[in-house]
């Protein structure tokens, strides 16, 4: 009986690295593109948490018995190169890899919605973070009971995330993984218990879909990183692949049997940006990126030239709070520094009480300071006023740090009716469903912000953000060196 023990996983990225490299070096020497299609019976068995209040080994009648749940379905994985796509019960998700786009299109329609692919590693990543916070907390409460406390345990998190956090990869926080023969296949154990059974079938992975095949199994199979990069190396697509796992008290375990394998020579070509993909998220959101990207109609809206020329008639016809507020509005509209001019009319703003309550409001240094922003800037008297939506981009700021997050979309998405040119409203709306975890409408935003001006320095954040989540989890990404082939 073949057995092996394997704790750090950066052995079993080697092998995968090698057969990866191999790979595009042969698709440097010309090799052609091809596309792997396969077919799975996809079944999945769910045990739920039991019900609150019934105790560990107390008798469950049928009213407290947690109800398992069986599903049993097709799903057709297709491997590319620099790309995946899953269909499943009348829908599609195309992951672009190359592009860093994700696109979905359910059964009854014909329309692609698209968002980042940084927003699906970016919930993983906050979603991980949250588990590892709840579960230390369930620790100090004492709490025993294995199902819940077991939302703590770093294997189990990695298994159902399928990756190590940085800080966690130095030394072997997984625990010994046993690999056993078994069926014509193997069986990887953690301790006594199996956690992936892996069954070759005689199907190749192409060369060109080989790290395709890698981040499908990355994004979807809930399986740890360690085992994963096991399997990939082995260069076969599975006959057999059952995952267990568990999730919030739910436990389950996923089994995918190919039904089918096909190969064709070319890739098909990705969604584009045109009348069939939109980006993603709700009409009202849809609605304002549209305008937002629409080149054709930014005429219709303030530009830096525009704000500099109403800030300086308003300045000379006394209307110094609406001059004061267009200077605002070409900072968050553009990277044109304001400062100088604001300085020039130092005397005129400092002497005009309209312009001394706004700057009063600025200050959002503490929970306090926030309080106070709030019912200064909501009493500023907006009669007049041709850019009081300028005043309400401090107003809706303020509400977000209070945690008053549905009035402060409200008014960040009003403001964005106003001039959906506004990049420091974008990137300030993104970050508020960052903090939600709504990551998709997130991206949304802060790819619009880019859209309009992308060396914003309001933007260099979500850059970094975006340059960092590479760095730390390379599985979830192309190698550099690898580029989709565009089909003929």
């Avoid at 059974?197 to 060369?207: E, M, Q």
Wanted: glycine share 8%; proline share 5%.
């Amino acid at each position: 009986m073949l057995q092996c023990q394997f704790i750090r996983h950066s052995i079993l990225r080697v092998r995968y690295a090698f057969l990866l490299a191999a790979a595009l070096v042969a698709l440097a020497n010309g090799a052609s593109a091809r596309e792997l299609n396969l077919v799975f019976t996809e079944t999945q068995d769910r045990v739920p948490p039991k019900p609150q209040g019934v105790a560990k080994g107390e008798n469950q009648n049928a009213a407290t018995q947690p109800t398992r749940k069986h599903v049993v379905g097709l799903i057709t994985v297709t491997l590319g190169e620099g790309y995946f796509r899953i269909k499943r019960d009348g829908g599609v998700q195309w992951y672009d890899i190359a592009d860093r786009r994700i696109y979905t299109r359910e059964n009854d329609s014909n329309e692609w919605a698209s968002t980042s692919l940084f927003s699906d590693l970016g919930f993983k990543i906050g979603e991980f973070r949250n588990r590892q916070a709840i579960g230390r907390a369930l620790k100090a409460g004492g709490v025993t009971d294995p199902i819940v406390a077991i939302m703590g345990d770093p294997f189990e998190l990695q298994t159902l995330f399928g990756f190590c956090l940085p800080q966690d990869r130095s030394g072997s926080t997984a625990g010994t993984i046993s690999m056993l023969a078994r069926d014509g296949g193997w069986s990887f154990r953690k301790g006594e218990r199996e956690v992936v059974f892996f069954k070759p079938s005689a199907t190749d992975v192409p060369a060109s879909g080989l790290a395709s095949y890698h981040l499908w199994l990355a994004y979807f199979s809930r399986m740890h990183p360690d085992i994963r990069a096991r399997i990939v190396s082995h260069g076969r697509v599975p006959q057999t692949l059952s995952t267990r796992w568990f999730d919030s008290g739910t436990h389950g375990t996923t089994t995918l049997e190919l039904k089918a394998a096909d190969k064709y020579e070319g890739n098909t070509r990705a969604p584009s940006a045109g009348n069939d993909v939109r980006p993603g998220g709700d009409a009202d959101l849809i609605r304002r990126v549209k305008s937002a990207c629409d080149r054709g109609a930014w005429a219709h809206y303030p530009t830096a030239a525009s704000d500099l020329r109403f800030a300086k008639e308003a300045m000379a016809a006394g209307r110094n709070l609406d001059g004061l507020l267009a200077l605002f509005e070409i900072s968050f509209e553009t990277t044109k520094d304001v400062v100088p001019t604001i300085r020039q009319y130092h005397r005129e703003i400092s002497q005009d009480p309209g312009c001394r309550e706004f700057l009063k409001g600025m200050d959002q240094s503490s929970r306090s300071g926030l309080e106070a922003s709030v019912a200064v800037l909501r009493t500023i008297d907006r009669r007049g006023l041709e850019r009081a939506y300028i005043v309400d981009i401090h107003l809706a700021d303020a509400l977000a740090s209070l945690g008053k997050s549905d009035e402060a979309e409200k008014l960040f998405l009003s403001i964005l009716d106003k001039n959906p040119l506004l990049v420091g409203v974008w990137n300030d709306l993104g970050n508020l469903y960052f903090e939600s975890h709504d990551m998709p409408r997130a991206w949304v935003c802060w790819d619009t912000a880019r859209e309009i001006c992308p060396r914003h320095p309001l933007l260099k954040r979500i850059s970094q953000m975006e340059e960092r989540m590479h760095v730390d989890f390379p599985d979830f990404f192309l190698p550099a060196t690898h580029r989709a082939v565009s089909p003929d």
